[in-house]
């Protein structure tokens, strides 16, 4: 995926919560743009405890781009369910 494409989706006003789905599978979670920093070739996403509602991460995941083959929305507790 390129870089641009995960930016865009990291500086969308407001910020939707999105799920990147890997070609071998695999899911994470960007719940703050904070949690996601893009580079030319990789991603590297902050993993949280889901007790801690705070921005701190515990520990992150380097991703490489051409792994990352889609961003979807995050239900929120406002919207249906599709």
Request: hydrophobic share 40%; aromatic share 4%.
């Amino acid at each position: 995926m390129a870089p641009e494409e995960i930016a865009t989706a990291l500086r969308r006003q407001p910020f939707v919560p999105f799920r990147m789905t890997l070609t071998e599978g695999s899911t994470y979670e960007v719940r703050h743009p904070e949690l996601c920093m893009i580079g030319r070739r990789s991603a590297i996403i902050g993993i949280t405890s889901r007790d801690d509602p705070d921005r701190l991460f515990d520990r992150s995941v380097t991703l490489d781009l051409l792994h990352i083959v889609k961003l979807e929305p995050l239900e929120t507790a406002g919207s249906p369910a599709q």
